[in-house]
């Protein structure tokens, strides 16, 4: 491969429709990423037009829904077959299954060069036997180490890692907003803590709602607020939050909790706590990288995760605080000892904070990929 002449490239993201609300990882991330990788013709997929992405960005209107239903997934293999050939190369940024890996493969030209960045490899939908038809690109970027070395173990070839980038300008550090907490009714003196997660899957939410009864079970832990900062994403989920704040109602602590499941500007949510949790017990179909304890690094948060082997990259005890997973108590005690001495843990922030500096700013991310870009040979027509 030639590395030493790069020319620009006419690149396709093939994504979900990127359309605000920029509430969902693979797209927030693909649209990030074609706004700051330079010297190429970048083109996006959307439902519309939007506004807040360069002008050298081509933008292909191609859906009729921002949710990407069945029907909006046709519109999008019917348009790449009608255009995929006018592209040097195609990037994939989304899971792959069996179905849409064996459709693509039909559908892109063989000079096409396909990168497929992957956030997870998915061992619920697929066997090691599937790699091959799965994970078909000729340029494979793995989200994590973790999952890179997983590839590699099963003898796929052409494998790198780049983490996901965030944009360090919109996650930063900022004081609470004084809005929000006259809204919520959360006083200054008040111990908020947040969890990002999920209602129905990822395990924690019945570990959580646990812990945080057990801490109010003692007057004295009134003003520790609990922000329930999960999206409703389906049904289960509204089932899920239905049965969480009966529970609490009936204890008699609803008082003490915020479900913030319409609120979009996440920030402002990372930066109203004084603490931020991410207990989970299984991370199966999730992204290896959860954004929900890497965007409350870059505010300089304190975040007490489980001990998952998925998060050994990004979690160690100088950066955040570790918990055996599937353990109430571990939770309870987290959340005491860190509201009681909480000067104590503002070194772990600072340094969570330069740890996402130095490995996830978009800005760097974007770098890295346009190497990429760069280092590709354009096939012959």
């Keep these: 491969m030639n590395t030493h002449n790069p020319s620009t490239k006419k690149i396709l993201f093939v994504t979900r429709p990127l359309t605000p609300p920029w509430d969902e990882a693979s797209k927030n991330f693909a649209h990030d990423l074609a706004a700051k990788v ?24 191609i859906y009729s829904s921002a949710h990407f239903s069945a029907w909006q997934k046709i519109r999008l293999v019917i348009w790449l077959a009608f255009n995929a050939r006018h592209y040097d190369v195609i990037h994939l940024l989304f899971t792959p299954t069996l179905l849409n890996a064996k459709i693509l493969r039909r559908l892109i030209p063989q ?19 599937d790699y091959p038809t799965v994970f078909f690109g000729d340029t494979l970027v793995a989200y994590s180490k973790y999952g890179q070395k997983k590839l590699t173990d099963a003898g796929v070839k052409n494998v790198t890692h780049i983490y996901p980038g965030i944009d360090l300008e919109r996650f930063k550090p900022e004081a609470k907003d004084k809005q929000l907490m006259k809204q919520w009714n959360i006083a200054p003196r008040d111990f908020v803590v947040s969890y990002p997660g999920e209602f129905a899957r990822l395990g924690a939410t019945d570990l959580i709602v646990d812990a945080f009864l057990e801490i109010w079970s003692d007057p004295a832990n009134a003003h520790i607020k609990y922000l329930c900062a999960c999206r409703l994403k389906n049904n289960a989920d509204i089932a899920k939050k239905a049965e969480v ?9 609803l008082d003490k909790v915020i479900f913030t499941d319409t609120y979009r500007d996440v920030n402002k949510l990372y930066n109203l706590a004084d603490l931020v949790i991410f207990p989970v017990v299984t991370m199966k179909g999730k992204f290896d990288v959860p954004l929900a304890m890497i965007e409350p690094y870059a505010c300089k948060k304190v975040v007490v995760a489980s001990d998952l082997e998925l998060f050994r990259e990004f979690s160690t005890d100088k950066i955040n605080v570790i918990i055996p997973r599937n353990s109430s108590r571990d939770i309870t005690d987290a959340v005491l000892s860190i509201s009681h001495n909480s000067s104590t ?21 974007a770098q890295s990929y346009k190497k990429l870009y760069d280092d590709i040979t354009p096939r012959n027509n």
């Design 345 to 365: 843990h503002v070194r772990s922030g600072e340094l969570a904070y330069n740890f996402i500096h130095k490995n996830f700013d978009i800005e760097t991310i």
């Design 245 to 253: 704040r009966e529970r609490i109602r009936k204890a008699g602590h």
């Design 38 to 61: 330079s010297g190429h013709d970048i083109t996006i997929l959307t439902e519309k037009r939007i506004t807040d992405v360069s002008s050298r960005v081509t933008q292909k209107s």
């Design 111 to 129: 000079n096409t060069h396909v990168i497929q960045t992957i956030a997870t490899v998915r061992e619920d939908l697929y066997k090691v036997s």
